[in-house]
């Protein structure tokens, strides 16, 4: 199969109407999400974005599946749930994307070493969860920041193996969940993402 490249770069920026519709999820919430990846093997992720329940608000969605190289760039704010029926998605994604199916067909050796962690923050209504297996290195420094007013994770792993990670924001049982994340990746993986929500003022992380 020949090789194949494909640059994409995506600007997306949705406004709401501000047109007020009162429902039971209107809770305020934000966030703000940089992220960054290099990964050289299978790659399996999925992210959505929702500012309202249902069909109000604004929404987005976006995904990578397959065997390749990847090295792709999100920046991301979610705005949603205020009083005014103000809501707004704003979203920049860049990546390149090599099809090398061929390279990655063999297994990973199965190892038995594994490292997991799981962060969650009830005030905020965040969680982040990460855990790798059939290591074969692992250089990880995750910094996790929690108060009852905000939720700072900030990732930066290298690894050669397996790695999950997944994410949820949602400000309690009645809100909608403004952000949902799940990503598996199998082979070479050097990650690194910043998310950050509750009441602080979005835009105080830098890029990664």
């Known amino acids: 199969m020949q090789l194949g490249l494909l640059i994409i770069s995506t600007f997306f920026i949705i406004a709401g109407t501000g047109i007020l519709v009162p429902t039971a999820n209107c809770v305020p919430q934000n966030l703000t999400e940089h992220s960054w990846i290099y990964s050289q093997g299978t790659t399996d992720e999925m992210r959505i974005y929702q500012s309202e ?114 994410a949820r924001v949602q400000k309690g049982s009645s809100a909608v969940p403004i952000y949902v994340m799940s990503g598996s990746y199998s082979g070479y993986l050097n990650m690194r993402m910043s998310l950050e929500s509750g009441n602080a003022s979005l835009l105080t992380l830098p890029c990664p």
């Not at 920046?75 to 199916?101: A, F, K």
């Not at 074969?136 to 790695?163: M, R």
């Open 53 to 166: 329940s249902g069909f109000h608000g604004q929404k987005l969605v976006m995904g990578t599946r397959g065997t390749g190289t990847v090295s792709r760039t999100i920046n991301t704010q979610v705005y949603g749930g205020y009083p005014d029926g103000y809501n707004e998605i704003w979203s920049n994604e860049w990546g390149v994307y090599q099809n090398r199916p061929s390279r990655y067909s063999a297994p990973i050796t199965n190892s038995e070493l594994k490292n997991a962690l799981c962060a969650k923050n009830y005030e905020v209504g965040s969680v982040y969860s990460e855990s790798y297996s059939n290591l074969v290195d692992l250089v990880k420094d995750t910094s996790v920041s929690q108060t009852d007013n905000n939720s700072v994770y900030s990732i930066h792993s290298e690894v050669e193996g397996t790695a999950r990670v997944g």
